[in-house]
């Protein structure tokens, strides 16, 4: 969920609402998910990306 609006954000002012938006469509669809009714289809602005960080220490 995160990648996503990081994305969009790009850490830059001007892109608070289209992150903002973002993180909403993200969390609705989470939330669809959580209860099984989620049926794909959501274009996200990490769609498709690896979010592996190698060496990564949890």
Same mark, same amino acid.
């Given at each position: 969920? &995160? ?16 992150? &903002? ?17 989620? &049926? ?14 190698? &060496?990564?220490?949890?």
């Amino acid at each position: 969920m &995160q990648a996503s609006v990081l994305k969009v954000w790009e850490g830059k002012d001007e892109n608070v609402a289209k992150a &903002q938006a973002e993180l909403i469509t993200r969390a609705k669809a989470n939330g669809l998910a959580a209860v099984g009714k989620y &049926q794909g289809g959501l274009d996200s602005a990490a769609g498709g990306q690896s979010l592996f960080v190698a &060496q990564h220490a949890y």
